[in-house]
């Protein structure tokens, strides 16, 4: 097998940042225990942020983007990983610090890696991605904070985008009744095929002659926006509910008051990715393994390839983009 590979590169000239697809040695990839022939990646907003560079997600260059990918390991110095081994990875600084997925071949630690689980396959994994992990992990704390489908509906805000669209798909597979606000009510078909209960857009939870509270109504939340439309439904959860919020794209100021906490007992729990110990990020794994079937995926992501991912990533930025991208590195 060559030593040179297809990738992502960044690399900034005059300030500006330029991203193209190159081929590099493996030489130049960075230290690791082990290194991965990368099957599948994603394009993940993050990734789409630094490729276009509308943000500081990646400070040193030249450097390959990418938060996450899957394929089979190529060479290991750690005893927990053999050649031909199926892995996965998502977060840890990979794709920010760490040369990352949206190339042929990785290098990381090892600690950093989980073993591909039953039931899914590169491409299916990365159908999923760090979005659906991160899905996955606001399901569970909903779970962990006393939230039932007999406790009433569940609202999943921003669900047209990668972590909301299987947020439904997980809740509506749990039994929940599950609402879906979009700020694009004309995927309201997509997202009922996906699971959802109801669709609605963002007004009921927008700013308004409202006061402090609004109408209880339910019993949880994944918040992927932030900003405004988080602090509107606080107001909205019922005595005891929680809400997992996991998103900023509405803003990162939250302009709200103590009313919904000590009037109502709700719980605001927030859910991060990237540092998740194994255990719990293996158990994520296993429970997207069982409970999202390939239809699903299906509906929620489509393909492309490493030489459409520069114009996709700016794409992906304008908000033009619904679901998921998965990139397929051998085009």
């Given at each position: 097998?060559?030593?040179?590979?297809?990738?992502?590169?960044?690399?900034?000239?005059?300030?500006?940042?330029?991203?193209?697809?190159?081929?590099?040695?493996?030489?130049?990839?960075?230290?690791?225990?082990?290194?991965?022939?990368?099957?599948?990646?994603?394009?993940n907003y993050k990734d789409a942020l630094a490729i276009t560079g509308k943000a500081p997600i990646v400070r040193s260059f030249p450097f390959i983007p990418g938060i996450d990918f899957a394929g089979r390991v190529l060479d290991s110095s750690d005893e927990r990983y053999r050649p031909g081994d199926p892995v996965l990875l998502t977060g840890w600084g990979v794709g920010e610090r760490h040369f990352g997925g949206l190339a042929q071949r990785a290098r990381v630690k090892a600690d950093w890696l989980v073993p591909m689980p039953d039931g899914l396959d590169a491409k299916r994994a990365m159908a999923i991605g760090t979005a659906g992990f991160t899905a996955a992990l606001c399901v569970q704390e909903l779970e962990r904070q006393g939230v039932t489908p007999e406790g009433g509906e569940v609202v999943v805000t921003g669900a047209g985008g990668g972590v909301g669209s299987i947020?439904?798909?997980?809740?509506?597979?749990?039994?929940?009744?599950?609402?879906?606000?979009?700020?694009?009510?004309?995927?309201?078909?997509?997202?009922?095929?996906?699971?959802?209960?109801?669709?609605?857009?963002?007004?009921?939870?927008?700013?308004?002659?409202?006061?402090?509270?609004?109408?209880?109504?339910?019993?949880?939340a994944v918040d992927c926006v932030g900003g405004q439309v988080l602090a509107g439904l606080l107001k909205t959860i019922v005595p005891g509910g929680s809400v997992a919020a996991v998103g900023n794209a509405g803003g990162v100021e939250l302009n709200t008051t103590v009313f919904p906490f000590i009037l109502r007992g709700v719980r605001l729990c927030g859910v991060e990715s990237v540092q998740v110990p194994f255990g719990p990020r293996q158990a994520a794994w296993q429970r997207l393994a069982r409970d999202l079937d390939g239809g699903v995926l299906d509906r929620v992501a489509q393909a492309i390839g490493l030489d459409g991912v520069v114009d996709a990533a700016a794409e992906l930025v304008a908000g033009r983009v619904r679901g998921r991208l998965a990139v397929d590195t051998g085009r």
């Open positions: 097998m060559t030593d040179r590979f297809r990738a992502i590169l960044l690399e900034q000239a005059d300030g500006s940042t330029q991203a193209s697809l190159t081929e590099l040695d493996e030489s130049r990839l960075m230290p690791g225990e082990v290194t991965v022939a990368v099957e599948w990646s994603t394009l947020a439904v798909a997980l809740l509506a597979k749990a039994g929940f009744k599950v609402v879906a606000s979009t700020g694009k009510t004309a995927e309201a078909g997509w997202l009922q095929e996906l699971g959802a209960a109801e669709v609605i857009d963002r007004s009921p939870f927008v700013p308004g002659a409202k006061g402090p509270l609004d109408k209880a109504r339910f019993a949880g």
